[in-house]
């Protein structure tokens, strides 16, 4: 049977990447969110008749990919710092324990007003990387001092410096 779940069924995953993404839409210039901020949309949203306080939890945890499950085992969301998040994007660091787990909802699990966030999300959000060496300053020194050690084995390098250590 193939039909849109009642704002009653909206799974609380499901909303957290829903109101996660309007956030991304809404603020573009802004890399990641305030769990606070989030909790805050999905009351301003009113995707269930009320807040369920499984927002916050979902937020903090259950769909945290670099987060140990415990027990929600989504990748809908990243850590990006104490109380930070941004939506998950593939290549995104991810707990072991949560290999393979939903990182989108289901476009028949949510309302049809939203399936244009799915489209940009696979369209634009998930295809830009979030570190790149231009953007962290430990991924850009990679292969720098490679000079030094030049013509020979980086174990014979190694060796040359040691040499008089006592």
Request: with cysteine.
């Amino acid at each position: 049977m193939n039909r849109t779940k009642s704002r009653d069924e909206l799974k609380v995953a499901d909303e957290v990447w829903i109101v996660t993404a309007l956030l991304h839409r809404e603020h573009p210039e802004r890399e990641d969110f305030t769990v606070a901020e989030i909790v805050e949309r999905a009351q301003q949203e009113k995707l269930a008749p009320k807040l369920r306080p499984g927002v916050y939890v979902h937020a903090i945890q259950h769909c945290v990919a670099n987060r140990q499950p415990n027990p929600g085992r989504y990748r809908m969301l990243l850590e990006t710092g104490p109380n930070r998040r941004r939506l998950y994007r593939p290549g995104d660091p991810a707990d072991e324990a949560r290999r393979g787990a939903k990182v989108t909802p289901a476009r028949t699990a949510i309302p049809p007003r939203y399936h244009p966030l799915l489209d940009w999300y696979e369209k634009d959000y998930a295809r830009r990387r979030g570190l790149t060496p231009e953007a962290d300053p430990l991924l850009a020194l990679r292969g720098s001092g490679r000079e030094l050690w030049a013509g020979e084995p980086a174990d014979r390098y190694v060796r040359r410096l040691r040499e008089g250590w006592e």
